[in-house]
Structure formats: C-alpha cells, structure tokens
C-alpha cells in the first residue's frame, strides 16, 4: 500500500476543508472511497473532477487500474469555470 499526499484544489479544497493530507492507499478508486467515506459534498465535487497524479492527467482511465507509487501526490481539479 502506498502512501502519499492528495491535494485539493478550488471546491475540493471547501469540500474537503484542507488543502492536502496523507493517504494509504493502492490505486486512485481506493484513495477516492477512502478519502469521500463521510465526505458527501467532497464525494459529489470529486465526482465531476480531473485528477493528476505525480503532475500526469488520468484523464479517461479507470480509477481502479491506476495504481499509485509510494510517494505519489494525487491533485483533485474539479472544473474551475463553466461553459
């Protein structure tokens, strides 16, 4: 199990009230269970955003088959501006 930093950015930093924290975790879908468990707002406001993962977009890849290093920072970049 890796452990790294996941930081929040705009309304996932409100969401989440901290603007980054430790996680354990293996892959991005269980950092993302771990980290919402509780967290509804945090949950819904994930559930629309992008995410980087040591500075590389995930982009359309399943969150279960991206597996984290030890030492990854995981960036939540939910949509900054409509339209």
Do not use: Q
């Amino acid at each position: 199990m890796a452990k790294g930093t996941i930081r929040y950015w705009a309304a996932a930093k409100d969401a989440a009230g901290v603007a980054e924290e430790s996680f354990e975790a293996e892959t991005l879908a269980e950092l993302m269970a771990n980290v919402t468990l509780g967290r509804d707002e945090l949950a819904r406001v994930a559930g629309r955003s992008s995410f980087l993962v040591d500075g590389d977009p995930v982009g359309r890849r399943a969150h279960g088959a991206v597996v984290l290093a030890e030492g990854a920072t995981v960036e939540v970049l939910p949509p900054f501006a409509g339209g």
